[in-house]
């Protein structure tokens, strides 16, 4: 075998082990980013919520688990801090978007909204509360809540493959998404933050075979 071809078969086994460990990490290379992989994952295998302790705005105590409540509705949330200015802004108009088309359709009783703070410390329920009205929202359908105690922070990232990183100014650098949750308390889907009309177009069909 000359130089160039035993040259060629190296690069050639490199590439090959190359591929070999990017399959399983881009779920069969279905998936080259990490929100791609996250969105893969959850069609997949829904995650069952944990039972994180919770506060909302209203003070109100819950877990995590507990969300769909006694009616099973179904919820769309997202993670966000209410010091953010920039993705955290698409997601809220994502959410409020969705507000007000739930509550002009036959989902109104069926889909509740959710934002989730990561920064307890400074998002208590009052700061959640003053965000809340900021933003429109409805206490009836759209919820504001944390972690109540700092241990349920990480599992609370963990579940929705949230990365958050700080900036070095205060505040935090972070990826997002509109998540679906179902009356059974799964974690079922992910989307693009913006894209509430497919999360909207998706609820309506849900409902319909209902």
């Not at 997949?44 to 944990?50: T, V």
């Not at 909204?113 to 900021?134: I, K, M, N, V, W």
């Not at 700092?150 to 929705?160: G, R």
């Not at 799964?186 to 909207?200: E, F």
Request: hydrophobic share 45%.
């Amino acid at each position: 075998m000359t130089a160039p071809q035993k040259t060629s078969l190296s690069l050639a086994l490199i590439l090959l082990l190359f591929l070999a460990a990017l399959y399983p990490v881009t779920h069969g290379f279905r998936a080259l980013s990490a929100d791609t992989a996250r969105r893969i994952a959850l069609a997949d295998a829904p995650r069952p919520l944990p039972d994180l302790p919770m506060i909302d705005a209203q003070f109100r105590q819950f877990p995590l688990s507990g969300l769909p409540g006694p009616s099973g509705r179904w919820t769309i949330a997202t993670l966000a801090y209410t010091r953010c200015i920039d993705i955290c802004r698409t997601s809220a108009s994502g959410l409020a978007f969705l507000q007000q088309a739930i509550l002009e359709s036959r989902l109104r009783d069926r889909v509740q909204l959710l934002t989730l703070s990561f920064d307890p410390a400074f998002d208590t329920p009052e700061q959640l509360r003053r965000y809340a009205d900021q933003l429109g929202a409805q206490p009836a359908h759209w919820r504001f809540a944390t972690v109540t105690r700092s241990s349920a922070l990480k599992p609370m990232l963990d579940l929705f493959d949230a990365i958050v990183l700080p900036d070095g100014m205060g505040g935090y650098d972070h990826n997002a998404a509109l998540f679906l949750i179902d009356g059974a308390s799964r974690l079922m889907r992910a989307y693009d933050v913006n894209q509430p009309d497919l999360v909207l177009d998706d609820l309506l069909a849900m409902e319909a075979l209902q």
